[in-house]
């Protein structure tokens, strides 16, 4: 509850840190970009069709 809570989010694909500026929200997650969201989203995809 602080203001702390301005933390840094990653790429949950790449795990680059990112800046408010230019990271890309999709699915509750922060991305660098639609090709990390997709790359990321693929791999997620292959994880749950293996179970
Ligand atoms: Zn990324």
């Known amino acids: 509850?602080?203001?702390a809570e301005e933390?840094?989010?990653n790429c949950l694909n790449?795990?680059?840190s990112l800046?408010?500026?230019d990271w890309y929200y999709r699915n509750n997650?922060?991305?660098c970009n639609k090709a990390c969201?997709?790359?990321y989203a693929k791999k997620q995809e292959e994880e749950?069709?293996?179970s």
């Open 37 to 39: 969201f997709k790359a």
């Open 7 to 9: 933390k840094r989010k």
């Open 29 to 31: 997650g922060y991305f």
């Open 14 to 16: 790449c795990n680059k």
């Open 19 to 21: 800046r408010r500026i």
């Open 1 to 3: 509850m602080g203001k």
């Open 48 to 50: 749950s069709a293996q």
